[in-house]
């Protein structure tokens, strides 16, 4: 391993060296020569130490992290700690992402193509653009759909929503969409579910689309998401302010009633990635979407959260590793369905399934078990979309219909297996 990262670390000087200068008419954070890092390890201990890089947030962000790895974006500057630290827990680290800021600026350029109110799925959209777009679907299918507002965020936005529906009497299905501001993938599935919904002619998209009624949410975090557009890419959390410290926002997927804070579920350091807020439902967003979920929870069967990145279905509990929820084994069955349908496509994409804390890692607060512990949503999974670290968050868009796709055969698919179940009964 020495060898290696006597090669990384020079490798990291020279990047630095030949970087590309930051135009200063430019304002938004660059991520020039900041490295991603698969950190494998084997013990808590281990993990603990690792963990402790991430509190210098401008140097080391978290990515991602499972059971025995961690995914690490590490600043050039930081590279000779982390590699001391490496050491020190006697882990190993591989690189998979040379540079951030070459992706950034590679979606950037897609992002710019064609013109700046033109709205679709070959690019990324701003929140502005989505709101748009959705005023424009609301015109042209004023029977079919309709407009709701979960609230108003921090900074004063307003908090969207659309719902679908073709008929009276049928099983709910409330999808969260970028409630971390960075997963840009999610917001554009979402997108393209209610366009399939509302434009496909294919049989199996019909019956899906006109046997349940489609709650959705394409941008929760509102504020996390603009800003990820004109300043941070790279930006996870909400942007309110914390009274005891200098960092900005909570993690919002951290910040639900529903055992907060419970075994290290998240972090008490206003500066950590998942800094699960001061209190329970802090965060104006996650208070205003709790009020309106539990306002419509008796026609709601199944809560799905859509995240990125890893492919993975994720299922209560993720606050404990002690005890399985009493359905686990037809959540498993469940989330099976899903991740057979996603690979017997072309594409061929695997999806691993399981609780969230069974298969990941302790999460507390997250809206995955909010639904199911506290409004009894007995169908309620976290989606972590595609793809498994090759681009990490900055997914590029060609990627956008592929996993839309995938999105809509999996829940389809899901969704038969929930009827066979006898979860979509209606309970109102």
């Known amino acids: 391993m ?34 991603v890092y698969k950190v494998k390890y084997e013990s808590v201990e281990q993990r603990n130490l690792l963990e402790k890089l991430t509190e210098d947030r401008a140097n080391v ?14 600043s050039p500057q930081s590279l000779s700690e982390f590699q001391t630290k490496v050491r020190q827990a006697n882990a190993s680290a591989e690189i998979f992402i040379a540079n951030v800021q070459d992706l950034i600026d590679m979606e950037t350029t897609e992002n710019s193509r064609g013109t700046s109110d033109e ?16 005023d424009e679907i609301l015109a042209r299918y004023p029977v079919i759909t309709e407009g709701f507002i979960v609230g108003q965020s921090y900074e004063g936005r307003t908090i969207r929503g659309i719902k679908i ?21 999610t917001s554009a599935t979402a997108t393209w579910l209610i366009n399939q919904f509302l434009t496909s002619e294919d049989p199996l998209v019909r019956t899906l689309a006109e046997s349940h009624d489609w709650y959705i949410v394409p941008v929760l975090n509102v504020d996390g998401f603009v800003y990820t557009h004109e300043k941070d890419r790279m930006w996870r959390k909400t942007r309110q302010p914390s009274a005891t410290s200098s960092c900005i926002g909570a993690d919002p997927n951290r910040n639900y009633d529903s055992h907060w804070m419970e075994n290290n579920g998240a972090s008490s350091n206003p500066c950590a990635e998942n800094y699960g807020g001061p209190q329970p439902f802090s965060e104006p967003e996650i208070k205003a979407m709790s009020e309106f979920v539990a306002g419509i929870k008796d026609k709601v069967n199944v809560m799905l959260a859509f995240h990125s990145y890893s492919q993975l279905l ?28 996603v690979e017997a496509m072309p594409y061929g994409t695997v999806y691993r399934y399981g609780t969230a804390s069974g298969i990941l890692y302790i999460a507390s607060g997250a ?35 592929p996993n839309a796709e995938e999105a809509l055969f999996g829940i389809a698919a899901l969704l038969d297996k929930c009827k066979e179940l006898g979860y979509l009964a209606i309970k109102y």
């Open 2 to 35: 020495g060898n290696t990262f006597t090669w990384l670390w020079a490798l990291a000087l020279l990047q630095g060296a030949l970087g590309a200068a930051v135009p200063e008419t430019d304002s938004r954070i660059r991520y020039d020569n900041y490295a």
């Open 61 to 74: 962000r978290l990515w991602h992290e499972a059971k025995d790895e961690l995914h690490l974006m590490i």
């Open 119 to 134: 709205f679709g799925w070959k690019r990324y959209n701003s929140l502005a653009q989505i709101e748009a777009w959705l």
């Open 165 to 185: 529906s073709y008929k009276s009497g049928n099983p709910g299905v409330f999808i969260e969409s970028n409630i971390h501001a960075r997963e840009w993938i």
């Open 314 to 341: 994720l299922s209560p509990y993720g606050h404990t590793e002690e005890e399985l929820p009493p359905n686990y084994d037809d959540l498993m069955e469940v989330a099976k369905a899903y991740a057979d349908a």
């Open 367 to 401: 809206t995955n078990d909010w639904a199911y512990n506290e409004q009894d949503i007995q169908i309620s999974y976290t989606i972590e979309f595609r793809d498994t670290g090759h681009y990490g968050f900055i997914l590029p868009p060609v990627h956008i219909v």
